[in-house]
């Protein structure tokens, strides 16, 4: 069992967003020791590693809470559970094709701003005449 700053750790989480996520039910049946403390056994920090991953894809505290719901009817759930999951990795799928346009856009201008610099092109400015 693990104290609060050492669960904190393993997941390298601030203590207070581990509160926070406790104080939201995020962290379903945590454990307390004999002085009321919260303890975390090694399924809680599996669980607690979820969270941040679940947050990192861009769900939301209730998008958290609703999957958690799922998570805890069981098997059943597993399709719907699936899906919340997909609808949330083509969202990151855009997002990564957004930055990679973005990528792609400053390899441009470096090699139009190298090309400038060493005589292959003659420099043009879109916002000069």
């Known amino acids: ?7 904190c750790e393993k997941v390298n989480m601030s203590y207070e967003t581990l509160k926070f996520y406790c104080n939201e039910g995020l962290v379903p049946n945590v454990k307390r020791n004999k002085n009321n403390y919260r303890i975390f056994s090694d399924k809680d920090i599996a669980w607690i590693s979820s969270l941040t991953c679940l947050k990192d894809c861009g769900m939301s505290i209730q998008e958290m809470k609703e999957y958690l719901d799922l998570c805890l009817e ?3 759930t597993i399709p719907k559970r699936k899906e919340i999951l ?9 997002k990564l094709k ?26 043009f400015s879109n916002l000069m005449e």
Do not use: C, H, P, W
């Not at 069992?1 to 669960?7: F, I, L, V």
């Not at 997909?86 to 855009?94: H, M, Q, V």
């Open 86 to 94: 997909d609808i949330k990795r083509k969202a990151l799928e855009n």
């Open 98 to 123: 957004d930055i990679q346009d973005n990528i792609d856009y400053i390899d441009n201008k470096q090699k139009f701003y190298d090309d400038v610099l060493s005589g292959k092109i003659e420099y």
């Open 1 to 7: 069992m693990y104290t609060m700053k050492e669960t």
């Open 74 to 76: 069981g098997e059943g």
